[in-house]
């Protein structure tokens, strides 16, 4: 799975990089070396405007951890971090917004965690490792989002209405799967367009643009055990663990 990444690049720069037609300054959010489930996060998507109806690309925060529309409460998010790309499609809370509903997440990289059986009078833990392009390239997340009604509030009320967002993920490959049996799926630049159009909805036509980020060619370290706790950031979560057991 993907539970934790980091996402420092601007908006600025964002709107740049993804050809952003669409976004409001006043939204704002802070680099995160710590993104955790139900934080907001920078997504792109598309969406026709109401007024031209022209397809308008924008960049704008979403909540990480999907709420289907049809959900009672928006806490089932925190459980929906992730949607498998072997079903995502079929299953009731994807398969809408897998239909029309896609959107990118930036992403410098992401973090993994091998248990350490305790030894030598130390405890067991969780090691966290960093996992991000060799190349330093910005990985474009495959995600889905969705709306969903707060029946408690009214209409004109703007908390009534949560976006949300999920990213889909795979069966590990190359140095990746050496750290966790699942790892995110991406998107090249050449098929943004093709990804976002909320008019395709051929199924095997978009599941032929998933791919395994910068090709499977990550750079894989382990880091401080600082990361293990959501309330930690900065970028010295990103130095390397001298001390940390080698990978099997």
């Known amino acids: 799975m993907c539970g934790r990444f980091v996402s420092t690049t601007g908006p600025q720069d964002l709107v740049s990089l993804f050809g952003v037609t669409r976004w409001d300054p006043a939204e704002t959010l802070d680099p995160s070396w710590n993104v955790a489930p139900t934080d ?24 990480w951890g999907l709420v289907p529309s049809w959900a009672k409460d928006p806490s089932v998010g925190a459980r929906m971090i992730n949607a498998r790309s072997e079903t995502v499609h079929e299953k009731p ?4 917004a897998f239909a029309t509903r896609r959107c990118l997440l930036p992403a410098d990289g992401y973090y993994e965690w091998v248990a350490i059986a305790a030894a030598e009078g130390k405890k067991a833990y969780k090691q966290p490792y960093y996992l991000t392009p060799a190349d330093n390239s910005l990985m474009a997340m495959a995600a889905l989002y969705e709306f969903w009604r707060d029946p408690t509030r009214p209409d004109h009320d703007p908390l009534a209405w949560l976006t949300t967002t999920t ?16 790892m995110p799926l991406t998107i090249d630049q050449d098929d943004f367009a093709t990804w976002l159009d909320p008019a395709l909805t051929e ?3 978009l599941r032929s643009l998933l791919r395994t980020p910068a090709d ?33």
Do not use: C, M, Y
Request: glycine residues 4%; positive net charge.
């Open 167 to 182: 990213v889909i993920t795979t069966q590990a490959r190359d140095d990746a799967g050496r750290v966790h049996d699942r």
């Open 203 to 205: 199924t095997a036509e």
């Open 40 to 63: 907001p996060v920078w997504a792109v998507l598309e969406r026709l405007d109401r007024d031209t109806g022209e397809l308008a690309r924008q960049l704008r925060p979403l909540r």
């Open 93 to 96: 809370a994807f398969r809408k």
């Open 216 to 248: 499977g060619h990550l750079t894989v370290r382990p880091v401080s055990t600082a990361v293990n706790s959501v309330r930690n950031n900065g970028a010295q979560l990103l130095d390397e663990a001298p001390d940390a057991p080698p990978l099997a």
